[in-house]
């Protein structure tokens, strides 16, 4: 097969106590799944399904890395949040056999221009200007469900220099893992190489040059990330 240019790289993520990685398709984002998240942004989590937006798998930014100021904002936030990595996927996934789909799980956080987002809110327009630019989603290494089994409650939390700014369990998530992957996959057709990120506790808030960002998802791991 002959190219007109060199295809992109490959995006992918290690995983913890592997030599192989994981290759990433896409990456699916569920908003306001904790109910104090919701509400502090203005919403009432009794009345919404799961809606669902996307990041590309380019935006993934690798532990290690910093996370560099984006332009045309003053106003980027935070947003820790579990990653749920797929191994398989399909249509139509009942919930009691979606977890068979999950690989592992990762860290992650979802960076958001908020000011961008707000505008775009307001004009009934998509999020992608606020939501899946360069760097929008930082990423731990992945654990496999094998060595730790399916996280269902833990500590979800989001420390900058030091002072804990988010702070969550995943048996507050509104839409459990199950239902989440079921319900993507009436919708679009689930791979194997999907992410997810299962959304996130409230107390997001902006970041400036020189954070240092620490998020941690209990049993599964954290990540460390520097804002430049």
Not at 158 to 166: C, D, P
Request: charged fraction near 20%.
């Amino acid at each position: 097969m002959n190219f007109i240019f060199p295809p992109q790289n490959q995006t992918i993520l290690p995983i913890r106590g592997r030599e192989e990685v994981f290759p990433v398709n896409r990456v699916y984002c569920v908003g306001r799944n904790y109910a104090a998240h919701a509400i502090e942004m203005g919403h009432d989590p009794d009345k919404e399904p799961p809606f669902f937006f996307q990041k590309n798998p380019d935006n993934i930014l690798l532990e290690g890395n910093d996370f560099p100021y984006p332009p045309m904002t003053k106003d980027v936030h935070h947003e820790i949040e579990m990653v749920v990595a797929l191994k398989s996927g399909g249509d139509n996934i009942s919930a009691d056999k979606a977890m068979d789909c999950v690989y592992g799980y990762g860290v992650s956080l979802d960076m958001t221009r908020r000011d961008l987002q707000g505008v775009m809110k307001k004009l009934g327009r998509p999020w992608e200007i606020g939501k899946a630019f360069e760097h929008s989603a930082p990423c731990s290494e992945l654990v496999a469900a094998a060595d730790i089994g399916h996280p269902g409650e833990g500590a979800v939390w989001l420390k900058i220099n030091g002072e804990t700014r988010q702070e969550g369990d995943l048996n507050q998530l509104i839409w459990k893992i199950p239902e989440m992957i079921s319900y993507l996959s009436d919708h679009f057709t689930l791979h194997s190489g999907d992410i997810i990120l299962t959304g996130t506790p409230s107390g997001v808030g902006p970041v400036v040059k020189g954070d240092k960002m620490h998020g941690h998802v209990a049993g599964v791991g954290d990540i460390h990330v520097n804002v430049s």
